[in-house]
């Protein structure tokens, strides 16, 4: 009795270490749709009564955490019943985090400062308006908060199943539902304060002490300039995370990239620093063409049914 009991806690205790370790992976797998997640839901808030930011934060990440119960048991169920789909699924979801990064910057490029200023002002005339009903905008907002969320937390789930494909199913199970939590906790907690930056940085800025005035004004001048480097940041880490799928998903491009990195390791002094470095930018060259190419598809097929229509 007492040598199965042992056995058992050893089991379990196997399990948590392989859990522990897998998530960790997965985590850092998962790290280009983290930094988009950030900017991207902070921006959603943007806009909105300050009193009310952080209960519209708190009801997308409840909308989140109702996203991940679905795609939980969904991607589990694939990895049982059809795991030879689960190749598929993430070369479908490092393309659309290509395409995605692509489409930021296509419209960075391709949209004049005068156009973003416009729908920033037809922004601030809404939100103005006394006809406007706020409490429907706050909940479109959240909505569509929600949406997005869904399409961010199956890459998430799909990425992370990867990492896991060949575990037991005890094992996936605590790695897809430890990442669900700790990403979405992570992510809301982290938007929160995000949002309540340029918010502290007034109260500091009222305060009878120099030293918190300053401080108060550079928590001010710097929140906006976080939220572009969250943007540039996650855009950059979605084609090196978006590539580095399409990378190992294709034999031909993995060669290659074990190629160049092999090439640039052999160089004396720096080779240990600029094999890792070659193979991250040639992950990164791979997802920003794989961006533009289904940009440009998407782009196309858009305009053809427009016409036909």
């Not at 939220?227 to 998903?249: C, E, S, Y």
Request: proline content about 3%; hydrophobic content about 55%; charged content about 15%.
């Amino acid at each position: 009795m007492a040598s199965s009991l042992l056995a058992l806690i050893d089991d379990i205790a196997s399990i948590l270490d392989d859990v522990a370790v897998l998530s960790k992976v997965a985590a850092q797998k998962t790290a280009g749709v983290l930094g988009d997640d950030l900017a991207l839901n902070a921006q959603q808030v943007s806009g909105v009564n300050p009193d009310r930011e952080i209960p519209v934060v708190w009801a997308v990440a409840k909308g989140s955490f109702i996203n991940k119960a679905i795609l939980v048991p969904s991607a589990l169920g694939i990895s049982v019943f059809v795991p030879w789909a689960i190749t598929p699924l993430l070369m479908v979801g490092g393309a659309y985090l290509c395409f995605e990064g692509c489409e930021k910057l296509a419209h960075k490029f391709l949209h004049s400062k005068e156009e973003d200023a416009k729908h920033h002002d037809e922004l601030v005339k809404a939100l103005s308006d006394p006809s406007v009903d706020l409490c429907a905008l706050e909940k479109d907002k959240i909505k569509g908060a929600v949406r997005t969320d869904f399409i961010l937390s199956a890459e998430i789930i799909v990425i992370s199943l990867g990492t896991v494909a060949n575990a037991t199913l005890l094992t996936k199970l605590g790695v897809l539902v430890a990442i669900a939590i700790v990403m979405t906790v992570g992510v809301y907690g982290l938007v929160a304060g995000i949002v309540k930056i340029d918010d502290l940085g007034l109260h500091l800025k009222e305060t009878s002490s120099k030293l918190m005035q300053r401080i108060g004004n550079f928590l001010l001048m710097a929140a906006p300039k976080l939220m572009r480097l969250l943007t540039i940041v996650g855009t950059a880490a979605m084609f090196m995370v978006g590539g580095g799928i399409l990378v190992h998903g294709v034999a031909a491009l993995g060669h290659m990239s074990e190629a160049a990195s092999a090439w640039a390791g052999a160089a004396p002094a720096v080779g240990r620093v600029l094999g890792p470095v070659v193979s991250t930018l040639f992950s990164a060259a791979v997802g920003l063409v794989a961006g533009a190419l289904v940009l440009l598809a998407v782009t196309g097929a858009t305009r053809l049914f427009k016409r036909k229509a």
